[in-house]
């Protein structure tokens, strides 16, 4: 389980579903609030400095992840750079956008990752 959240958070290969990046930022931002809070009131506001490391690397490797299952590269993500409408298009292709379907340069759908040859699909 450690080494599937290890993974989830810090790593840039692969793909992951719009779900598990829905469920990886809001988690993130979870943990990341609570522990800002506890540093900032425990220690003062410069403690928790440490933490930004760690928030910018894993919505960095959901934002990858997520950008290899829309069969994307990584540089995409330097829209981020152009005021105001590329954070808008990033999170747009990022949240809502469905992934290729079926395997990519990137590795296997997502979707897919579960299913066997018994398994049926239905077209939709």
Known sequence: MARKL???FFSFRGRITRSTFWTGVLAVGFV????LTFLETTFGRRSSLVLYPFLLWSLASLAV???HDRGR???WLL???VPLLGPLLAAF??????GTPGENQYGQDPQDAG???FTVKTPG
């Open 65 to 67: 992840r997520r950008l």
């Open 93 to 98: 292709e990022l949240a809502f956008r469905r």
């Open 73 to 75: 590269t990584p540089a």
């Open 32 to 35: 990341f609030v609570v522990l």
């Open 115 to 117: 299913a066997d040859y």
């Open 79 to 81: 829209v981020l750079l």
């Open 6 to 8: 290890g993974r989830l």
